[in-house]
């Protein structure tokens, strides 16, 4: 049976999963970005 703490927890874990992944999209973007600009100053 699963009430609303239950929907509660899912809700934080669903919140959780998407800022890791956006925190990991926007890490490798900015490494992608840096070794390109790296790359432009050669």
Known sequence: RCGRL???????IIIIITYSNTLR??????EYSDSNF????L
């Not at 239950?6 to 934080?12: A, E, H, L």
């Not at 999209?25 to 900015?30: D, G």
């Not at 790296?38 to 100053?41: D, I």
């Open 25 to 30: 999209v926007i890490f490798v973007l900015k």
């Open 6 to 12: 239950c929907s509660i927890v899912t809700f934080i």
């Open 38 to 41: 790296h790359y432009s100053l």
